[in-house]
């Protein structure tokens, strides 16, 4: 298996910190694995993610992306080549569904016939007709749509890496569910890395093949989930485990 | 009044145009000069502080003060009336275009930017049509200030609707103070509606 992504002792402070965001963080990413990074508010998990895409430079270390330092590589090419979805969405409101999906393929140049193809393609995997769906603008959809469509436009040029700031934040829990269905579904049928960040410790045991817990800009574990509820690392891991538990106790008691 | 009008409809129509010249002349300069100092303003938050900073002080000298002083440099008449314009200009459409540009969702030009879009690319693509609303609105708040202070720009020479009015005040001929007023109000009212409907097209 090829290393996806390579953190060597990454360090991130930022101005008028005392703390550094990310400490001297080291650790490799298999292509194909589901990475979700766990952590409260504050934690560094994402800023650990924007390093990757370098909308943050780290103050030391280096970042590999498939053997190659990214500090060398030009950003704009390099955030083309990497799928990008915000918890906010993003999508471009004064541009229909279609061009939001099909701005990567379009800045990369792809002809015309391609990118509609692409876009046609996308949009039915994710479960809106191209022809209901295309014309329409982000304000017209509901917000597991919109997210959707975000999913939609960060894979349009087929990125090996795709990188997920809380997407699913500020979604309902029920839709919420679903999509994590879907992007689990979505992530078995091809052979792409994620990086998920989120501070949903279910969500990033479900999603996971292996989670990165993060706590004051340091990495606590960094493990399978199995591995994580079996042998936490410590105190704070073994804690964060029991409010899990502790949280499906409470719903046994309505049983 | 009527009387006037029917006797002089000539130099009043000339007026009024020469008058609609001298706003449309500097809207043209302003809108170029004042994209090229938004894009410049957008590198950096020093350069846009320093340049509102000047363009604010400079808009609060009085017209006639700053007519005056550029009186040396290019003598009297429309060249020195259509620079104070765009000068003044400067302040009213370069604090509404930033404005407009910074109000744009911060998610969204993030989303643009990690999407790999040069910073070109997101001013271009992204902030300049999701900011088109303020953009007008400057351009409204600008041009009614033009026709206005295009008024006192006869002073110097400059023609418009101006000298109508200033003649009047100078030989207390109260039809002619009545209509040179009036037409610079009636302009003003027309291109703010003019612009009020862009803006409701666009937007």
Not at chain 2, 98 to 106: F, K, P, S
Request: hydrophobic share 50%; net charge neutral.
């Amino acid at each position: 298996m090829a290393r996806a992504i390579e953190f060597q002792n990454v360090t991130k402070t930022f101005r008028g910190s005392s703390q550094n965001a990310v400490n001297h963080v080291s650790f490799t990413i298999e292509e194909g694995e589901f990475i979700t990074i766990l952590g409260s508010s504050g934690c560094g998990k994402t800023t650990l993610l924007k390093m990757v895409n370098r909308l943050y430079e780290p103050d030391n270390g280096k970042i590999f992306l498939f053997g190659e330092d990214i500090s060398a590589v030009d950003v704009v090419q390099l955030r083309r080549r990497i799928g990008y979805v915000i918890q906010q969405i993003g999508l471009f409101p004064h541009m229909t569904v279609g061009s939001n999906i099909a701005m990567v393929p379009n800045l990369l140049k792809w002809e015309k016939e391609k990118t509609n193809a692409r876009v046609d393609q996308l949009l039915t995997m994710i479960g809106l007709e191209p022809v209901e769906y295309k014309n329409r603008y982000p304000a017209q959809l509901s917000g597991g749509q919109q997210q959707r469509v975000g999913l939609a436009r960060a894979l349009a040029a087929d990125p090996k890496i795709m990188l997920m700031d809380e997407p699913f934040g500020a979604i309902d829990s029920i839709t919420r569910l679903r999509l994590q269905d879907e992007l689990l579904a979505l992530h078995r049928g091809m052979k792409k890395t994620f990086l998920f960040v989120t501070h949903d410790i279910e969500e990033a045991f479900k999603l996971g093949t292996k989670v990165i817990i993060m706590n004051e800009g340091n990495i606590l574990q960094f493990d399978t989930p199995e591995r994580i509820i079996s042998h936490p690392a410590d105190e704070f891991v073994t804690s964060l485990v029991n409010s899990a538990k502790a949280k499906e106790e409470f719903w046994e008691k309505f049983k | 009044m009527i009387d006037y009008i029917t006797a002089h409809y000539d130099d009043l129509a000339k007026a009024a145009l020469e008058h609609l010249q001298i706003v449309l002349v500097t809207l043209a300069i302003s809108l170029v000069a004042a994209a090229c100092l938004t894009i410049i303003c957008s590198y950096s938050s020093k350069i846009t502080k320093f340049t509102l900073g000047l363009f604010s002080m400079v808009y609060s000298i009085p017209s006639l003060a700053l007519f005056a002083l550029l009186i040396p440099l290019t003598g009297l008449g429309k060249t020195t009336a259509i620079t104070v314009l765009v000068i003044y200009n400067q302040y009213l459409l370069l604090q509404n275009f930033l404005a407009g540009l910074d109000e744009v969702d911060q998610s969204i030009v993030e989303a643009a930017a990690g999407m790999g879009m040069t910073p070109v690319e997101v001013l271009v693509k992204i902030k300049l049509p999701l900011s088109k609303g303020a953009f007008i609105a400057g351009i409204r708040i600008a041009m009614v200030a033009t026709v206005s202070i295009a008024t006192i720009a006869a002073s110097i020479n400059a023609g418009g609707l101006g000298t109508i009015l200033f003649d009047g005040l100078r030989t207390m001929n109260s039809a002619k103070i009545f209509w040179g007023s009036l037409l610079s109000a009636l302009l003003a009212v027309f291109i703010d509606w003019l612009l009020g409907f862009a803006e409701r097209i666009w937007k």
